[in-house]
């Protein structure tokens, strides 16, 4: 009992400064968001007057920075959604067909997908520029979607694959007795089996493309086709930034990745595929 | 309902041949046991009937029509995994179904043959419930109903009771046949239990190593075994096997092992030849002292109730023996024991075949 008691304090000790050193930036982003501008600065742990006159300027666009917000605002958002089912369709097939159907050259496939992880994104940057080019893509969400769909999908097959592996495979061969075909297999008792891995790796894309700055910033330029995270990087632009609405605007900004991890959360628990095989 | 036959079947994984040329037939509504020890290649040969496998070389003909190329689904067979292989993701309804909701059957049609399917097995109870709410016995028989629904020509099993216990394999085991006997579908079941294979099938295949030792009905192999592998995998306890050389002298012959003599009866075997005598537990018996016999020092007594089991040291080697009732015989005792006339079994060391009288 002691002991435990030990453990406690040891895992308070760790946990504290992490909970702080986490929350605390978000605390200020907050904090920022109720000041009015004046008060913005002033040290202080609470405003004197907390106000939610930012909220009311960042959702009724007043301000030249924010001439576009939600505009920009829904851009991210079909961005997002786009390259997270995406992304889904491309590494949920390669998956099934290289762990499920046994495809001969899967293995290779799966090789190159890890390496281009030794390959920094940012490198890709400038060659995905030239080539959105070459395809007249620029300035379309097109090129930022499949951008993102690039870079995601190595990965997000990767994983796949991994819990695709875990399917028992009597389930594949009974289908297939029952008359299934390779569709029906994928679609019947594939997707069904793999959901809890699909809405990981679905959120993992798609909370990837939300948060993507850098080739947000080089593929779209027109105020009305960028994304929040560069259309907030607008606002250092100027002399005076009113960081205030800055910080209410990122508070917005964070908003959807926080729900849909609380949405999914349940989803990506395991134990779909308890009682088809005995262990 | 079908006939199956199979006409020299091989198997090669890469270099590694698993199947040596295997034929034999089964006949239309048999239950045919595939039986021996874990590698023989019996699951091998049932997946390959299946269509989950390629055959290497030979024909695999169901009905008369030959299946080498003929995708698992148009084969028409429905298939028992070890692992059940139930759809997690659907009910007990579901899972029955599945086969026909995937040929487009109509709605009705499917609900109907459910619902035979789960009286025949005692599932209605448990239709509506997922695989995981299941105990292992229940999920055993949706996965046999999942079968029965389709109505198929040929019944595969595949070590379907191997991963229940002891109590709830019997009570499977004469499910499973009386489920044969109501719909007379020719099945064949793949086991590594001998007794399985004894209680439940019309015909047993003993394999062993990718070949067939012996095809026949169950006591047929357990009374003349063709060779020692088939005579110590069928039974249970296991026949005593002791080796030894043939003696004939003045018309009595007798197996002379490690100085231990052993009246043999009227059993072939020249005069000098190496051979193996075989004896099953239950044709051993307790000798009164006169008359040919043994003498070997009891090691085990292990009573059962209606049978007792005694470890026996003669000479070199160990016998077991059963005898009915409950004998006065203890650890350390020097008894006699005598071989039933006629119950020898005589194998070539050599080859391990049968030698024929």
């Keep these: 009992m002691m002991r435990g008691a030990v453990d406690e304090a040891k895992l308070l000790l760790i946990g504290i400064p992490v909970a702080i050193w986490t929350l605390l930036p978000i605390y200020h982003m907050f904090l920022f968001s109720i000041s009015s501008k004046e008060e913005a600065f002033s040290g202080k742990a609470w405003p004197d007057h907390p106000t939610l006159r930012n909220f009311g300027v960042v959702f009724r666009e007043q301000h030249y920075f ?108 009974a ?39 850098l080739y947000a910033f080089l593929l779209l330029s027109r105020d009305q086709d960028i994304t929040l995270p560069v259309a907030l990087g607008h606002f250092l632009s100027a002399d005076d930034s009113p960081w205030e609405l800055l910080m209410t605007a990122g508070l917005v900004y964070a908003l959807p990745p926080a729900a849909i991890y609380y949405a999914f959360k349940r989803y990506m628990v395991a134990g779909l595929t308890t009682g088809a095989v005995k262990s | 309902m079908s006939s199956v036959s199979f006409h020299h079947v091989e198997k090669s994984f890469g270099a590694t041949k698993v199947i040596h040329g295997i034929s034999f037939d089964i006949a239309d509504g048999e239950f045919m046991v595939l039986v021996g020890p874990s590698g023989c290649g019996k699951s091998t040969l049932l997946r390959m009937l299946a269509g989950l496998e390629d ?142 294979a004894m209680t439940m099938a019309d015909r047993i295949v003993v394999m062993h190593d990718g070949r067939v030792e012996q095809i026949g009905r169950p006591l047929d192999l357990y009374d003349r075994p063709n060779n020692l592998f088939v005579a110590q995998f069928i039974g249970s306890p296991a026949m005593n096997v002791v080796s030894g050389t043939v003696r004939r002298h003045n018309g009595s012959a007798w197996l002379e092992a490690d100085g231990v003599r052993w009246p043999m009866g009227e059993v072939p075997g020249a005069e000098g030849q190496p051979v193996v005598f075989g004896v099953r537990p239950e044709h051993l018996d307790l000798a009164r002292t006169d008359g040919d016999h043994v003498a070997g020092d009891v090691i085990v007594v292990e009573p059962t109730g209606a049978e007792t089991e005694l470890l026996v040291q003669v000479g070199a080697s160990q016998v077991t023996l059963v005898t009915s009732g409950r004998p006065r015989v203890r650890p350390g005792e020097r008894i006699a024991l005598a071989v039933e006339p006629g119950m020898g079994h005589v194998f070539d060391r050599e080859s391990g075949q049968r030698l024929v009288d």
């Design chain 1, 66 to 173: 924010l001439n576009h917000f939600w505009q920009q605002f829904a851009n991210s958002l079909l961005i997002a959604v786009a390259v997270g089912v995406l992304t889904l369709a491309v590494a949920a097939t390669a998956a099934f067909a290289i762990s499920r159907l046994r495809t001969r050259g899967g293995r290779v496939v799966l090789n190159c997908a890890l390496f281009t992880y030794f390959i920094p994104a940012a490198f890709l940057a400038v060659p995905m520029y030239k080539a959105m080019g070459a395809y007249s893509l620029l300035n379309s969400k097109w090129s930022l979607i499949l951008a993102m769909v690039t870079i995601a999908s190595p990965y997000a097959i990767w994983v796949l694959k991994q819990a695709s592996d875990r399917l028992p495979y009597e389930l594949d061969e």
């Design chain 2, 55 to 196: 055959i290497t070389s030979g024909t695999i003909a169901i009905d008369g029509r030959v299946v080498n190329d003929v995708d698992s689904k148009d084969r028409d067979i429905a298939m028992v995994f070890q692992s059940y292989a139930l759809y997690p993701h659907m009910s007990v309804r579901e899972n029955m179904g599945f086969r026909l909701r995937l040929r487009r059957a109509d709605r009705r049609e499917i609900d109907t043959r459910v619902a035979r399917a789960a009286q025949i097995l005692k599932l209605e109870p448990y239709l509506d419930r997922f695989p995981r709410e299941l105990s292992g016995g229940q999920r055993q028989r949706v996965a046999m109903g999942r079968a029965i629904v389709r109505d198929p020509k040929v019944f595969l099993f595949d070590e379907p009771l191997s991963n229940l216990d002891a109590k709830l394999r019997v009570q499977m085991r004469s499910e499973i046949k009386a489920l044969h006997q109501r719909l007379k579908t020719t099945t064949v079941y793949v086991t590594h239990d001998q007794i399985e």
């Design chain 1, 175 to 213: 289908a297939r007795i029952d008359g299934a075909s390779p569709l029906q297999l994928f679609r019947l008792v594939y997707l069904p089996l793999m959901a809890p891995s699909l809405v990981a790796v679905g959120t993992y894309a798609l909370l990837l493309a939300w948060n993507e700055y």
